[in-house]
């Protein structure tokens, strides 16, 4: 039963250790070269699906819009002939 925590421990610790050490080192190295951070690039191609779904909430209005005239100007062309 010891033996079995003793490993346990021995495991976690050399994860958070090697865990550290990496997030330790690729921070150094992005900032040295000030690469961008993966968080920014997430928020702007959120901002980017935004505008998208805005637009093309637009563009399904105009549509509608065209659809109910089309319909209109159809009726009264069937009433004229």
Not at 33 to 49: G, H, L, S, V
Request: charged share 30%; aromatic share 12%.
């Amino acid at each position: 039963m010891v033996l079995g925590w003793i490993v346990y421990e021995a495991i976690d610790i050399i994860y958070f250790t090697g865990k550290i050490g990496y997030n330790g080192v690729s921070g150094i190295y992005n900032w040295y070269y000030e690469t961008p951070k993966e968080e920014e690039n997430k928020t702007e191609d959120q901002c980017c699906q935004r505008e998208m779904i805005e637009e093309l909430k637009k563009l399904n209005a105009k549509f509608e819009l065209m659809e109910k005239n089309a319909k209109k100007s159809g009726e009264i062309n069937n009433k004229i002939e």
